[in-house]
């Protein structure tokens, strides 16, 4: 059976969605295709339709983890004053939700202890997506008037990627929920945060 280009890329996009979730979960090492191709539905001969390689797949699942990580930002920080989006954001960012969501959470805090076993091209990709967060933080951070503000949202995203992490190595929970809670004021109170706008 034939199918049209739109379903070929509805099909191809459902695929991409369940990498970045395995991928999110076991690393790029992790997955196998046949695993992946059987979430959406489908078969592992049917993967060579979409993908060149598992490289190929990896790749556009990366981009996928920093389109959803992108258009999580600016939902949080969309139609409100910066000061109120970037409070939204690090209050999100720094949630037991998201410490618990790690098949749905910040790329970067699942995947950079990966980085130095993914190929060149990826590790590009990579960076040219967490760059791309970091821009984004850091205009808010100029709205609000930092005089830094590049530098101040490389701070920024490294002090949150590091509380995470710490928050999701923590076995017991409450010490967990403490790491997020005094990281949350902690960094809103060093960028002028913690008061109402």
């Not at 109170?189 to 008061?195: K, T």
């Amino acid at each position: 059976m034939r199918y049209d280009a739109e379903h070929k890329l509805r099909t191809r996009d459902k695929v991409v969605k369940a990498a970045a979730r395995a991928i999110r979960a076991k690393g790029p090492d992790g997955i196998g295709i046949a695993e992946v191709m059987a979430d959406v539905g489908l078969t592992h001969g049917g993967f060579y339709a979409h993908f060149a390689s598992k490289d190929d797949l990896v790749a556009a699942a990366v981009g996928q983890m920093f389109e959803e990580a992108r258009a999580r930002l600016a939902a949080e920080t969309g139609r409100r004053p910066a000061a109120d989006g970037l409070r939204a954001y690090v209050d999100f960012y720094l949630s037991p939700a998201h410490r618990d969501a790690r098949r749905a959470g910040c790329p970067v805090a699942a995947l950079s202890s990966d980085l130095p076993r993914m190929t060149a091209k990826l590790r590009r990709h990579f960076a040219a997506g967490s760059q791309a967060l970091v821009e984004a933080l850091a205009a808010l951070l100029a709205d609000i008037g930092h005089a830094e503000p590049v530098a101040e949202a490389r701070s920024v995203f490294a002090e949150l990627l590091g509380a995470l992490s710490i928050a999701r190595i923590e076995s017991d929970a409450a010490r967990s929920d403490e790491i997020l809670a005094s990281s949350r004021a902690a960094i809103k109170r060093r960028l002028g945060l913690d008061r109402p706008s």
